[in-house]
T-cell receptor, first 117, second 114 residues
Framework: AQKITQTQPGMFVQEKEAVTLDCTYDTSDPSYGLFWYKQPSSGEMIFLIYQGSYDQQNATEGRYSLNFQKARKSANLVISASQLGDSAMYFCAMRGLFSGGYNKLIFGAGTRLAVHP | DTEVTQTPKHLVMGMTNKKSLKCEQHMGHRAMYWYKQKAKKPPELMFVYSYEKLSINESVPSRFSPECPNSSLLNLHLHALQPEDSALYLC?????????????FGDGTRLSIL
């Protein structure tokens, strides 16, 4: 069975500091994708970053980077230089498959991040 | 601004009403999805459309009826909903339904059932 675990219900960070949001996963598929999404209180789900299981380098997108440790089955999100606008719920997700090969996004429970001035 | 547009943003309806949620994307994506999200929970997949055909129905009650009129549009028809159906309904799209391409979400429709 495929599963995503986010163990931090809430985190806070001072503005301009870096923060790491934890994510571990479980799958027996050799090919999988890992995603991070941001959801502000307004509701939209914003795609942040993607890591493929065969990617050799850790993914980076601006202030976001993904610390991918395949042997530990972890895919932590690192946000550098936090801004007040980073306050939101963050979801880690993994691409799972239905029979027939159709995509399914399996989400973790989420981590609520609060950035303090 | 999101490239997946959902209307309306908010909807309040009675249990006997019929209404529709609409979703539109112009990214040339061939897979579209409906999710339901309750407060403080992650999204739950409802339906997957691939090349305008319904591919996955995650055991959703028949009071929810999806429709994909063309490759850019996805509707969710609602009829005789229950109070527990109150939630945020999110539409998403991706290049296709079988690759590792990310799903892009709309802003959602906040639905309240009276």
């Amino acid at each position: 069975a495929q599963k995503i675990t986010q163990t931090q219900p809430g985190m806070f960070v001072q503005e301009k500091e870096a923060v790491t949001l934890d994510c571990t996963y479980d799958t027996s598929d050799p090919s999988y994708g890992l995603f991070w999404y941001k959801q502000p209180s307004s509701g939209e789900m914003i795609f942040l970053i993607y890591q493929g299981s065969y990617d050799q380098q850790n993914a980076t997108e601006g202030r976001y980077s993904l610390n991918f440790q395949k042997a530990r089955k972890s895919a932590n999100l690192v946000i550098s230089a936090s801004q007040l606008g980073d306050s939101a719920m963050y979801f880690c997700a993994m691409r799972g498959l239905f029979s027939g090969g159709y995509n399914k996004l399996i989400f973790g429970a989420g981590t609520r991040l609060a950035v303090h001035p | 601004d999101t490239e997946v547009t959902q209307t309306p943003k908010h909807l309040v309806m009675g249990m006997t009403n019929k209404k529709s949620l609409k979703c539109e994307q112009h990214m040339g994506h061939r897979a579209m999805y409906w999710y339901k999200q309750k407060a403080k929970k992650p999204p739950e997949l409802m339906f997957v459309y691939s090349y305008e055909k319904l591919s996955i129905n995650e055991s959703v009650p028949s009071r929810f009826s999806p429709e994909c009129p063309n490759s850019s549009l996805l509707n969710l028809h609602l009829h005789a909903l229950q109070p527990e159906d109150s939630a945020l309904y999110l539409c998403a799209s991706s290049q296709d339904s079988t690759s590792n391409q990310p799903q892009h979400f709309g802003d959602g429709t906040r639905l309240s059932i009276l």
